[in-house]
């Protein structure tokens, strides 16, 4: 999706080449990206184009330039072994310097608006640390750096607000580290450490072997948290989910629902596992089996609604008469004319101004119950009391827990 640019070295070296990411208006706060060992590789460049989308002008220099320009190397045992060659002849304090000639052209550059931060993985971790230490960055990130207890002489030049995610079984930077660098920043309030359980070194790299996908989404979701506190861009999220649900329930307008979100979406309804994944599959549920699968009486009660950094919690009462089979909630069951309300909860993942994914929850036995198709006699499950429950917090409490709750009347508490 990107480009390339050539950045002059401060040295008088040479020239070195980057990645560059726009984002589509066209402008916005600038980033840098600080690449792993293995260059500015497919990894690279997906993360580039990725945060493009968030609203960034992204520019990912080769960093490897000095010894051997336009290095792209996967994960192959041959590919490694010439990744860790090449990082043992790293300069480390000419990178820096080139990091910073990275960070002048991006100001520079006719689409960089605002403020300019830094985003680095593994080599790049430890740059990012040096970066806040050494460059006038408004903000760093830094994804399991290495040898970064080495530069911790170098804090007391950080002043922009750095963020670091650790592994907790990454063996280049064991407990220990992490302790040592937690230790030594303990008094810095513009440094916050986070570490993952169970997760790698590697982890945010989907490539990678040890991929983890929780731990990256939840550090990328706190990368984005710091990158828009000091960098922006700010959008308001709620908003745009009022628009795209707009064009879902009351226009019924699928190529306008399209339109509020990214070029490749999903949509997943948890309980039934419908929806779709990518623009034709995602279009062609919507089209053939959502939009127009809904009773004309649908109904959104919105009860609370949660806005983080990229994602939105609504909760709900979703509610309709079963007038008409809903493929998507109740696919295979035929009209049984009953009303329903259940409480929903969406999850809402936005990339930048646009909806990128939807999770959808809802109690699958309650929607049952309610239309005929579940007797509850002896099962732990409600039907239209779950709807009245929520909205009325005083009516009664365990009541499917029968006996079980009338045993603990009178004990000790």
């Not at 550090?219 to 989910?241: C, E, F, I, N």
Request: aromatic share 10%.
């Amino acid at each position: 999706m990107g480009t390339y640019v050539d950045i002059s070295a401060t040295d008088g070296a040479g020239t070195m080449r980057a990645y560059l990411a726009t984002p589509e208006k066209g402008s916005g706060p600038g980033l840098v990206l600080l690449q792993e060992i293995f260059g500015v590789n497919a990894f690279m460049k997906d993360m580039a184009d990725y945060f493009a989308e968030e609203g960034y002008v992204v520019m990912v220099p080769d960093l490897f330039w000095r010894i051997e320009p336009g290095v792209e190397l996967g994960s192959s045992e041959e590919e490694r072994a010439k990744a860790f060659e090449l990082y043992g002849k790293l300069d480390v304090d000419k990178s820096m310097e080139d990091v910073a000639a990275t960070i002048a052209a991006l100001r520079d550059h006719e689409s960089q608006v605002g403020k300019v931060g830094a985003v680095g993985y593994c080599l790049g971790g430890r740059l990012a640390w040096l970066t806040a230490a050494r460059t006038d960055i408004d903000a760093a990130v830094g994804y399991y750096g290495v040898k970064i207890e080495g530069d911790l002489a170098e804090k007391g030049r950080i002043t922009a607000p750095l963020m670091l995610h650790f592994a907790e079984l990454d063996g280049f930077t064991p407990p220990e580290v992490i302790e040592q660098i937690s230790s030594a920043t303990a008094d810095m309030p513009n440094v916050e450490i986070h570490t993952y359980p169970g997760a790698d070194h590697g982890f945010a790299r989907p490539t990678g072997a040890n991929y983890d996908k929780p731990s990256a989404m939840m550090a990328y979701s706190r990368t984005l948290t710091v990158l828009r506190r000091v960098l922006g861009p700010v959008y308001d999220l709620s908003q745009l989910w009022d628009m795209h649900c707009f064009y879902e329930f009351a226009e019924r307008d699928v190529d306008a629902t399209m339109a509020t979100m990214v070029a490749e979406p999903y949509v997943n309804h948890i309980p039934t596992m419908t929806g779709g994944v990518g623009h034709d599959h995602l279009k062609r549920f919507y089209k053939y089996h959502f939009v127009d699968s809904n009773p004309e009486d649908t109904k959104l009660v919105p009860i609370s609604r949660t806005i983080g950094t990229d994602r939105l919690v609504d909760e709900m009462l979703f509610c309709f008469t079963h007038t008409r089979e809903i493929d998507w909630m109740l696919p295979g069951v035929e009209p049984t004319g009953k009303y329903v309300e259940i409480p929903l909860i969406a999850i809402v993942h936005f990339r930048g101004d646009k909806l990128y994914n939807e999770h959808i929850y809802w109690d699958q036995a309650s929607v049952l119950v309610q239309i005929g198709k579940l007797d509850p006699t002896g099962l732990p499950v409600a039907g239209h009391a779950t709807a009245q429950k929520l909205l009325d917090p005083a009516l009664p409490s365990n009541g499917l827990m029968g006996d079980l709750w009338k045993g603990s009347e009178g004990k000790p508490i």
